[in-house]
């Protein structure tokens, strides 16, 4: 693969449909928590558990070759916390990326929870500001024709200027970095919207909305200053980590808005952007009420205001038939894990022009010559020729650190590739003029203005070397940050 010519395949070869990737009604389901009564001891019902979720597992490997199998969470601990989060929850939020949401989300957890459950289940497609919008209004009707009783809401937690989506320098983008600012996402308002529909009264959303009022006000002072951080002390969110002696149940199977409280359980894989999504309903400090070891592990709860709180579910990956590449890219399967990167680039390289986006000379082209076609080797070796990329002893150039470079840029948005839905490039001048593309562009448009002077940061990479070692930098930090 590495040694292959790069061209790039035709658009329809993005599309994606979700019943390819889940296989609908087949064994690729999420494990369900063992039937109980109060009579068992906790340690009778962890047994139970054990060997159900090895059963679980077992009937999976023995459908489907483990080639096919996606990277997937074989960790039960954590499909506990899933559980814990759903019964405590009254609506639960769907966290996807808008560049793979198909790929994010299972039909099993949305029949579970609309039809075992009788929940209402909110799909949230996320980082809206890596697609353009003509995209963004392609999934969001799709999910709703083939879902119906889902809800759809779009939101993202840097909005930034509206751009050509045929020009492909907006595709590379230095890292979004926030100075101390109050900001506001797009999306919040969708979802207070949606979850008072739902409700229909029976709670109390105002604390809630006169809240966003607050930080919407607060996002138009520009720039935080201590004094302000200490003003904001007596409005912080309190947040709970919980431990595992939290794995009761908390409520009756039909019971909702227990004491008159909305709970949002708030569900997704790891990387869809889960914790900026909490930030940018969040709006302001966040206090720890109480610590206890490895609490990472376990769900936590998000006070937002006395009458709405959050469940946040740690990223759990369910079982799919998605190919290793294409899972990889997806910030699914950890970069760090890739042996063999090259393969990865070319497939990144077949899907989006990397070599025109960075900028890339090819290693053996000469002055005057007319551009030479690159391998996955070739892009490789022009980044790390472009970066500074060497070798510790010989002192060459560094392809391998050069590929994990560039699938870093991948994950983290920089390099953006975006899945399509299915029969979208035949409709595509349809999508372009859609009245809800108008809608979520102008959305858009209208946060980033609130958001200006915060997004001067986010600037086009250039190719000096002070800037290049910055961005080094910044994607080493990436790495050991997402790990």
């Known amino acids: 693969m590495q040694e292959k010519v790069i061209e790039l395949i035709p658009e329809t070869e993005l599309e994606v449909d979700i019943d390819n990737i889940y296989k609908p009604g087949s064994v690729l389901d999420f494990p369900k928590r063992s039937p109980w009564n109060y009579t068992m001891s906790k340690e009778q019902l962890l047994v139970q558990e054990e060997k159900a979720f090895r059963e679980y597992l077992e009937k999976i490997y023995r459908t489907f070759d ?62 809206i500001d890596l697609a353009p919008p003509s995209l963004v209004a392609a999934w969001k009707h799709y999910f709703q024709q083939k879902f ?15 751009q050509s989506e045929t020009d492909p320098s907006t595709v590379f983008q230095k890292r979004r970095r926030r100075r101390r600012v109050r900001t506001m996402a797009v999306g919040p308002r969708q979802l207070l919207k949606a979850c008072d529909t739902i409700t229909q009264g029976k709670v ?12 919407c006000a607060g996002s138009r002072g520009g720039e935080l200053t201590d004094e302000d951080e200490d003003e904001d002390e007596a409005a912080a969110v309190m947040v709970e980590h919980q431990t595992d002696t939290a794995m009761e149940v908390c409520r009756g199977p039909g019971e909702l808005y227990k004491d008159s409280v909305l709970t949002l359980g708030c569900v997704g894989f790891p990387n869809v952007g889960k914790s900026s999504l909490i930030n940018g309903l969040v709006g302001r400090k966040v206090v720890s009420v109480s610590r206890t070891p490895g609490h990472t592990k376990y769900f936590q709860t998000y006070f937002l205001t006395p009458t709405v709180k ?72 022009a980044w790390a020729v472009k970066r500074g990329y060497r070798t510790a002893k010989a002192g060459r150039s560094d392809v391998y650190r050069a590929a994990n470079s560039i699938l870093r840029l991948t994950v983290d948005g920089r390099l953006c590739l975006c899945m399509r839905p299915p029969a ?23 946060h980033r203005q609130q958001t200006k002077q915060s997004s001067e940061d986010e600037e086009e990479i250039s190719s000096s070397d002070q800037e290049d070692d910055e961005k080094d930098q910044d994607a080493d930090e990436e790495e050991e940050g997402e790990e």
């Open 66 to 127: 483990p080639a096919a199998l996606s990277y997937f969470e074989h960790n039960l601990e954590t499909w506990r916390q899933l559980w814990r989060v759903l019964e405590m929850s009254d609506i639960i939020l769907l966290i996807t990326d808008i560049r793979h949401p198909v790929l994010h989300f299972s039909p099993a957890l949305y029949d579970y929870v609309t039809g075992e459950m009788k929940r209402n289940l909110i799909l949230v497609l996320n980082k």
């Open 310 to 381: 959050l469940c946040d579910c740690p990223g759990l990956i369910f079982p799919s038939l998605v190919d290793r590449q294409q899972q990889m890219l997806a910030g699914i399967y950890p970069v760090a894990q890739i042996q063999e990167p090259y393969s990865s680039v070319g497939y990144l390289a077949a899907r989006i022009p990397v070599h025109t986006l960075l900028k890339l000379q090819h290693p053996e082209q000469e002055q005057g010559q007319s551009p030479a076609k690159f391998t996955a080797w070739d892009l490789c070796e």
């Open 148 to 162: 119906p009783q889902l809800h759809v809401l779009c939101f993202t937690s840097y909005p930034r200027d509206t």
């Open 424 to 446: 979208y490039t035949a409709h595509k001048a349809y999508w372009l003029q859609h009245s809800e593309t108008l809608e979520i562009a102008a959305l858009q448009e209208a």
């Open 204 to 215: 109390d959303l105002s604390s809630w909305r006169e809240k966003m009022e607050r930080d």
